[in-house]
């Protein structure tokens, strides 16, 4: 049998506003990416967060794996039915609502699609 270790238990601080996990996750992907990781460390500190470079670096890894999944994902989907016919329907939409508010909603759809391959 095995003796146990005797040493100093680690205390987690209690504050009146505890932070999850995923709420750091979401700080971090909040965050534009081009912002240095130290800088989002220092302004997770202010938050009251304490998060690592490491932390930053894996989390901001891990956002950019689920990315190239989702374009090989995508990429392998097929149209089914007449391609030419709802190309030639898209455009029409296109022109109606003009480009401005095409590509508007093109992007919605795209974050929607974003979304609902994470879950």
Same mark, same amino acid.
Request: net charge positive.
């Given at each position: 049998?095995?003796? =146990?270790? =005797?040493? !100093? !238990?680690?205390?987690?601080? &209690? ?5 999850? &996990? ?11 990416? #081009?912002? *240095?990781? #130290?800088? /989002?460390?220092?302004?997770?500190k202010e938050k009251g967060m304490i +998060?690592? =470079? *490491?932390? /930053? ?14 374009? *090989? ?12 016919k709802l190309e030639s329907q898209m455009?029409?939409? +296109? +022109? ?5 508010? *095409? =590509?508007?909603?093109?992007? &919605?759809?795209? /974050? ?8």
């Open positions: 049998m095995a003796a =146990k270790k =005797k040493g !100093k !238990k680690k205390v987690a601080r &209690q504050s009146s506003e505890t932070v999850r &996990q995923g709420d750091k996750a979401a700080f971090v992907r909040s965050l534009p990416r #081009s912002m *240095a990781a #130290s800088e /989002v460390v220092d302004r997770a +998060i690592s =470079k *490491a932390y /930053v670096h894996n989390i901001r890894s891990a956002a950019n794996k689920a990315a190239r999944a989702l374009m *090989a994902k995508e990429g392998k989907k097929t149209v089914k039915g007449n391609k030419t455009k029409e939409l +296109i +022109i109606a609502l003009g480009p401005a508010r *095409a =590509k508007k909603l093109l992007a &919605q759809v795209e /974050v929607s699609l974003s979304i609902s391959a994470k879950k």
